[in-house]
């Protein structure tokens, strides 16, 4: 089976950010005089974005108004700033698979809907920018998954056809993307899936960590 490239999600695939992202909106919550959130709240808001994230912080009986989102936006970029990379890790066996993916010449590429402003900084923090050729970000394209586009846009920039890229994420998201832009699609269990759990059916393969990611793929590439 060819595959040439493999795209990667960020948040709660690569690195388990949730408690500075947590942090930030607890931050956000109490300037703006807003009920805390807990940090299971934060996890299942996570994955569309920030602005779908911030809606989701001040969203009690009724949505919140269009003024109310842009402060908790311009709020978050302030503090997420300060707050970034602090208690982020790496999940367990994340680097060691990258370092297989890496080393097989493949090129990766990291696809986020997480802003550039806080996914560079945060990938060089964590040691994993070496193994990424290109990273497209939340406001790299006018769009962010589960819509095709940031996909397909690290499939140009590889310069591979999207139906030769694996890309490897942690939610239906990630699926919905990987299948709308033509690529095959894995799923990881561990991470941010709006509380929402998993199946097989979601994805072509549920995969439990990285190394085990790496020698199915190897597999694969075999036959």
């Not at 992202?21 to 934060?42: G, H, K, N, T, W």
């Not at 602090?86 to 698979?97: H, I």
Request: proline share 7%; aromatic share 8%; with cysteine.
């Amino acid at each position: 089976m060819p595959v040439s490239s493999v795209t990667f999600d960020l948040d709660g695939t690569l690195l388990d950010t949730a408690r500075d992202i947590f942090v930030a909106c607890q931050r956000v919550l109490a300037e703006m005089r807003q009920p805390a959130r807990s940090e299971a709240d934060i996890r299942r808001f996570v994955g569309r974005g920030m602005d779908e994230l911030i809606t989701r912080c001040l969203f009690w009986d009724t949505p919140p108004t269009h003024a109310d989102v842009e402060e908790g936006m311009r709020l978050f970029r302030r503090f997420y700033v300060e707050e970034n990379g602090r208690a982020t890790q790496a999940y367990p066996g994340v680097v060691a698979g990258l370092r297989a993916f890496h080393a097989s010449g493949l090129p990766l590429a990291v696809v986020t809907n997480k802003s550039a402003a806080f996914t560079r900084p945060l990938l060089e923090q964590t040691g994993l920018a070496g193994y990424f050729r290109q990273v497209v970000c939340g406001d790299s394209t006018p769009f962010k998954k589960p819509h095709p586009e940031p996909i397909l846009h690290a499939c140009r920039l590889l310069g591979v056809a999207p139906a030769d890229n694996l890309h490897i994420g942690d939610s239906v998201n990630d699926a919905l993307a990987a299948r709308a832009a033509g690529s095959l699609a894995w799923l990881v269990p561990y991470g941010y899936t709006e509380g929402k759990p998993l199946s097989a059916d979601d994805c072509d393969a549920l995969i439990c960590d990285f190394p085990t990611a790496w020698q199915k793929l190897e597999t694969l590439r075999r036959i």
